[in-house]
Each structure stands twice: as structure tokens, then as C-alpha cells.
């Protein structure tokens, strides 16, 4: 079993940062990876980003690229998605969730454990 539990989220203004963490606990193993979902009201659930915890690279989906960064803190085992320069478009629930295969980390059916989630709301 493994546990994801996210925080950071909450209301930001337009062009402001937030930083979202995700705590893993349980059996964790060192091919691991862990990604950032995002689920806005009516729409599909979208790939953020993903880290593989044995090499530290990280990939981003579209919507991160050039504003938000992935980064992990392998001693507390936990995963940060720093987000700048938000934009209304990205007010939504962010997931973090976990992959054991650590490829083809943009699909959400590649995760086997996930979150409860953390509310995102930008406004504009």
C-alpha cells in the first residue's frame, strides 16, 4: 500500500505562485515515479508533470512547461510542484499520484495509487 497525501493548495491571484507538495508513505520503491494531475470541473483529468525518483528527471505536460517545476526531497519523501505565473486556466484539483512502471507517465492509467487532491483556484 501506498499513501499520497497533497497540500499547498488554495486561492491565488492571476500571476502570483503557489507550491503544492505531495508526502508518500507506505511501500515506496526506488523506480517509482510520481506525477501531478490536474482535473478542472467538466474536463478530462490532464498530465502536469512527473519525476522518477530513481534518477530525478523530470517530465512536463503542456500546461507546465516553462511555469511550473517538479522537484523532490528524497529524505521526507516528498514531491513539490512549484507553479508561477498562474493563470485563471489552471484553477482546478491537482493530483499527485504513483507509477510503478516510470514510463509513459502522461497517462493517468499508468498510476496505480493516488490522492485526495488539492484545490486550485486562480483568479483573475
Known amino acids: 500500500q501506498v499513501q499520497l497525501v497533497e497540500s499547498g493548495g488554495g486561492l491565488v491571484q492571476a500571476g502570483g505562485s503557489l507550491r503544492l507538495s505531495c508526502a508518500a508513505s507506505?511501500?515506496?520503491?526506488?523506480?517509482?515515479?510520481i506525477g501531478w494531475f490536474r482535473q478542472a470541473p467538466g474536463k478530462e483529468r490532464e498530465f502536469v508533470a512527473a519525476i522518477r525518483w530513481f534518477d530525478n528527471s523530470p517530465y512536463y505536460g503542456d500546461v507546465a512547461k516553462g511555469r511550473f517545476t517538479i522537484a523532490r526531497d528524497n529524505a521526507k519523501k516528498v514531491v513539490y510542484l512549484q507553479m508561477n505565473r498562474l493563470e485563471s486556466e489552471d484553477t482546478a484539483v491537482y493530483y499527485c499520484?504513483?507509477?510503478?512502471?516510470?514510463?509513459?507517465?502522461?497517462?493517468?492509467?499508468?498510476?496505480?495509487?493516488w490522492g485526495q487532491g488539492t484545490q486550485v483556484t486562480v483568479s483573475s
Open positions: 499520484a504513483r507509477s510503478s512502471s516510470d514510463s509513459r507517465l502522461s497517462r493517468p492509467d499508468e498510476y496505480d495509487y
Open positions: 507506505g511501500r515506496t520503491f526506488s523506480h517509482d515515479a
